[in-house]
Structure formats: C-alpha cells, structure tokens
C-alpha cells in the first residue's frame, strides 16, 4: 500500500502530485518494512526522485543565469547603440 500510494504521488500525471509526500511513504516502507519485497524497489525510486530533485533544481538555477545573462546583454547593447550615436570625440 505504501508504494502504491508512494508511485501515486511521485507521477506528475497525478492529480494529487506531490514529490515529498510520495519519498514520504518510500521512506516509511524503507524503514517499516525492510524485509518486503518493495523495499528495493522503494530504494531505486527514491533514488531516482532525488536525483530528479537535482536535476530539476540545476534546471532552474540555469535558467535564472540565463535570464540574468540575458538582461546583462541587452544593457550591454543598450550602451553600445548609446555610444554610436555620440559625435567622435574631436
């Protein structure tokens, strides 16, 4: 039951989606239950989850690196246009 509810809650598809609850049960079946034939696989998944996690969070640190990447070039650009019109100096 533990590791249904665990998969439920793990799967984006899912209505009641929610990654920490779902390590939540894995962790409890880990723990409760050492001796049941889900607990390997309860291990691998919560592995997988957490290296989803990571990923997920690398993800979003890029992608605000970029965005700020991104505002730099565009100031950059902005001073560059500013420049060329600004008579040579004599």
Do not use: C, N, W
Request: overall charge negative; glycine content about 4%; proline content about 9%.
């Amino acid at each position: 039951m533990l590791f249904r509810l665990a998969a439920i809650h793990l799967s984006p598809e899912s209505p009641v989606y929610d990654p920490r609850t779902g390590k939540g049960y894995l962790d409890r079946l880990i723990a409760d239950h050492p001796e049941s034939s889900l607990t390997e696989p309860a291990r691998l998944l919560r592995d997988l989850q957490g290296r989803i996690d990571a990923l997920e969070q690398q993800d979003q640190e890029q992608r605000e690196r970029l965005a700020d990447l991104a505002e730099r070039l565009e100031a950059l650009k902005r001073i560059d246009l500013e420049r060329s019109r600004e008579p040579p100096p004599r």
